[in-house]
């Protein structure tokens, strides 16, 4: 197996995450039917994410974390959906490509799933128990 050493090699594993995701019986609803997700549209966008990020090409030019913000304003994002999307990225990466490039999509991948996770439920109330809030001066 070769690294990852272009766009094309960008994309290839995109699209093959993308088959596992929309078909995994854990995470793959979020995908098909809460986001509604156009794989066409989105591939080439998050293609240029990771080109970004392995290659140091700066074709990405949105913002990852609201489109997952506005997700888990309809379904809660769990540390479980954050977990599985890492086993199948992992998995994907290993399955196609070796070698530097490809360890950086994984540790890459690990750091934006425990910064999305710990963002999203930063505000969240602690279950349970009661939320004691100050008013006045």
Do not use: Q
Not at 8 to 18: G, H, K, N, Q, T
Not at 36 to 42: Q, S
Not at 123 to 131: D, I, V
């Amino acid at each position: 197996m070769t690294d990852i050493e272009n766009r094309e090699d960008c994309e290839r594993l995109v699209r093959a995450f993308y088959g596992r995701a929309l078909e995994d019986p854990i995470i793959g609803f979020l995908f098909t039917d809460v986001a509604r997700l156009d794989l066409e549209a989105h591939v080439p966008e998050i293609t240029s994410f990771w080109e970004t990020v392995l290659l140091g090409v700066p074709s990405y030019r949105g913002g990852a974390f609201r489109p997952h913000a506005a997700l888990h304003m309809k379904v809660p994002l769990r540390r479980a959906h954050f977990d599985r999307w890492l086993v199948l990225w992992r998995e994907t990466v290993d399955s196609l490509f070796a070698g530097e490039r490809a360890s950086m999509a994984k540790a890459h991948a690990e750091r934006v799933a425990t910064a999305f996770h710990s963002r999203l439920t930063a505000s969240e109330p602690p279950s349970g128990g009661l939320t004691i809030t100050r008013r006045g001066p």
